[in-house]
């Protein structure tokens, strides 16, 4: 083969080498010098639950709940026999004093149900908030290549960071129907 269709061969190859390249874009790893990583925090509440038991003296009514007959009826028999005591205006004052005396005395015997004075186990529970601050990442600045660049990372990276670089020809634009053309004057 002579040297004239070498050269062709040669310069030929590199020249689709490079086509191909163009078509793909170069990337690989690099480290960028880390200027500053400041945490950033979050707050949160975690809160905790108190409870603790005292004991009252409460007059005990055997635990059921308030009975209002015990009154009616009580202040029903008191104003019969109210009624059956003095004369005229007398008798309507007796009738209201025994009616008046005979709800307490009903509601009384009514709701005591044999109540007696007993200490008792009362619990008391209270929330109280519980905040704390934990780290959610770090604001971290570096510089590569000159220029001065951000980013949220989980963890503090030290004094370097390692970064990804994509390279690509600037200027040109890929057209599906003629290959690359030069949209800028550089």
């Known amino acids: 083969m002579d040297k004239r269709k070498l050269n062709l061969a040669v310069f030929a190859l590199l020249a689709t080498a490079n086509l191909a390249w163009a078509d793909d874009v170069a990337s690989f790893t690099d480290r960028a010098q880390v200027l500053s990583a400041t945490p950033v925090y979050q707050q949160i509440n975690e809160p905790r639950r108190e409870c603790w038991t005292e004991t009252v003296n409460g007059y005990s009514n055997g635990g059921g709940e308030h009975s209002y007959g015990g009154a009616i009826l009580g202040g029903l028999v008191g104003g019969l026999l109210g009624n059956t005591v003095g004369q005229g205006n007398g008798r309507i004052a007796a009738a209201a004093v025994g009616a008046a005396t ?10 005591n149900n044999g109540g007696y004075n007993q200490p008792r186990q009362v619990e008391h529970c209270a929330n109280h908030d519980n905040y704390r601050q934990v780290i959610n990442g770090y604001n971290v600045v570096y510089r590569y290549q000159g220029r001065t660049m ?3 990372l989980p963890q503090d990276p030290g004094k370097f960071v390692n970064v990804n670089v994509n390279v690509a020809l600037a200027g040109y ?3 599906e129907r003629q290959g690359y053309d030069d949209q800028e004057n550089n």
């Open 150 to 152: 951000t980013a949220m």
């Open 102 to 111: 005979g709800a307490v005395v009903g509601d009384k015997v009514a709701n």
């Open 173 to 175: 634009q890929r057209d």
